[in-house]
């Protein structure tokens, strides 16, 4: 079962969380299986709950052990490192690459941002104050790392120096979810409990576009190889894109209405990848810019994969939270 996150978070968790014990709904016609293509990886502990990756500087990928209370790092042939966290019960969450070239994390249940060497070695920020719960990070235009605060319905903002400005959304109870850096210039992020997209501009200003359903629950959200903003409705099955120029909105329905898109990342094709928590049988989703989509069931249908980001190699790299790994998938071999 998907281990819960503390406050940030707690609605998309308890969704996927109780998907997995649902019975299976028949699958639609998938391009094919994933089994072939995946290896998977083991952290020291079941129990770790890998949580977000990302691509380091040196070429290997990065990740957080939100139970463990660690950062892992895993080379493109499979050799994991971890760095315990100074601050116990951290439950770090999202992890990004920042302007300065080392791994920057929220530490979702101390109200701190911590930064990380390729190195391992680790500095912590506090948050203005004890409440703040960081969930996820972009690195922005301005050399700055922006991330979501869902506790405080805020953007916050730290500098390479440490320095944190935070911003509050224009709607309240909103629980700003994942962030993004658009190319045109402002951060793009989701409103999860509002069925909202919003962006800000680097001096603060916040604009948000509704969704055509209020409880769709918009998850993960990237920067697109159009230009465009693409983000998962975890509570509509659906991929949704906006064009950062003036808000326009398109939603491509998944196959399954039972499925539960959550991470997304643009693969090496060009296309986009999506994790899928289809009751009985995860998946990896693919949908191209004009909204063609296949889907791969993968080996261990009870995995609850959670994000996913390109490697080095061109491969796609997940983190199943619950079974304690980080599963590698090759495109070429699908």
Known sequence: MFYQIKRALASAVLIISLAIGVAATPLLQSSASADAAINEYATSSQASSPFDITRGPDGAMWFTEFAANKIGRITTSGSITEYDLPTANAYPCGIVVG?????????????????ITTGGQITEYALPAADRAPAFLS????????????????????????????????????????????LDGNMWFT????????KISMTGQVTEYDLPNTNAMPASIISGPDDAIWFTELGSATIGRMDTTDGSLTE????????????????????????????????????????????????????????IALGADNALWLTQNNLGSIAQLDPSLL
């Not at 080392?102 to 109200?111: D, G, H, I, P, Y």
């Not at 922005?140 to 916050?156: A, Y």
């Open 191 to 198: 409103l999860e409990d509002a069925g909202k997209i919003g």
């Open 252 to 307: 491509f329905a998944l196959p399954n209405q039972s499925s539960l898109p959550y991470g997304l990342t643009v693969g090496a094709d060009g296309a986009i990848w999506f994790t899928d928590n289809l009751a009985g049988q995860a998946q990896v989703g693919r949908i191209t810019v004009d909204g063609t989509i296949s889907s791969y069931p993968i080996a261990n249908a009870d995995a609850t994969i959670l994000r």
């Open 139 to 182: 690195s922005g235009p301005d050399g700055s790392v922006w991330f979501t605060e869902p506790n405080n319905h805020q953007i916050g903002r730290i500098a390479m120096d440490g320095t944190v400005t935070e911003y509050p959304v224009a709607t309240e109870s909103a629980l700003p979810n994942d962030i993004t850096a658009g």
């Open 99 to 115: 302007s300065d070239g080392a791994l920057w994390f929220a530490e979702n249940s101390v109200a701190q941002i911590g930064r």
